[in-house]
């Protein structure tokens, strides 16, 4: 679907937009983990053991979104012409091309005991006095301003790549240049 959605040099049509949708099997792997830890929580409570409880409501919930999330237009990344749409259980949410810096593949270490790297695409946005405050703590806690909840079947860098040369086409296609960015960076530096 993206090589449709190229001009001959590589970037992107914004007049059709690309929507990008998670891995299935990522999503499947979700429901039936939390699905049996579900499970697990009933058969403690027919044991008669009330501990039971909290796996049983946590974990049921857990696979009530998963399950939801499962549907068709729960969950994708549309790219367009002003900006790119994120929806995540049929809510959406647009950040436009303009708020942007640029994208970057990142990892950030998350877990408790297990610790692990989690690949991601990390947002940079554009410095504005009303998002300092948010953008700042999130980027002191994640080493992130922002980031997109999935990779919706790229790897971390095609997708950051991708959208960056969505963000490049739509800063073209408004004429605004590389020395014009320099300038309004130096001028809240």
Not at 137 to 159: C, I, M, Q, R, W
Request: net charge positive; charged share 25%; hydrophobic share 50%.
């Amino acid at each position: 679907m993206e090589a449709a959605q190229l001009e001959s040099d590589g970037a992107p049509v914004l007049d059709v937009p690309l929507r990008l949708r998670p891995r299935l099997a990522r999503s499947l792997r979700l429901f039936f983990v939390a699905l049996a830890f579900a499970a697990t929580g009933i058969w403690m409570l027919s044991a008669g053991k009330q501990a039971g409880w909290l796996p049983a409501i946590f974990f049921g919930l857990g696979a009530v979104v998963a399950a939801v999330n499962l549907l068709p237009g729960a969950s994708y990344l549309e790219l367009r012409r002003d900006g790119f749409l994120l929806c995540s259980l049929y809510r959406q949410s647009l950040t436009r091309w303009s708020e942007v810096e640029r994208f970057t593949a990142s990892s950030i270490l998350v877990g408790g005991l297990l610790r692990r790297r989690h690949e991601m695409v990390g947002v940079v946005y554009r410095p504005t006095p009303e998002g300092a405050k948010l953008r700042g703590f999130s980027a002191a806690l994640t080493g992130l301003e922002g980031g997109l909840p999935d990779l919706y079947g790229k790897k971390v860098e095609a997708l950051a790549a991708l959208m960056n040369r969505w963000l490049e086409a739509a800063r073209e296609e408004s004429g605004e240049t590389a020395l014009a960015r320099e300038r309004a960076r130096r001028a809240t530096s």
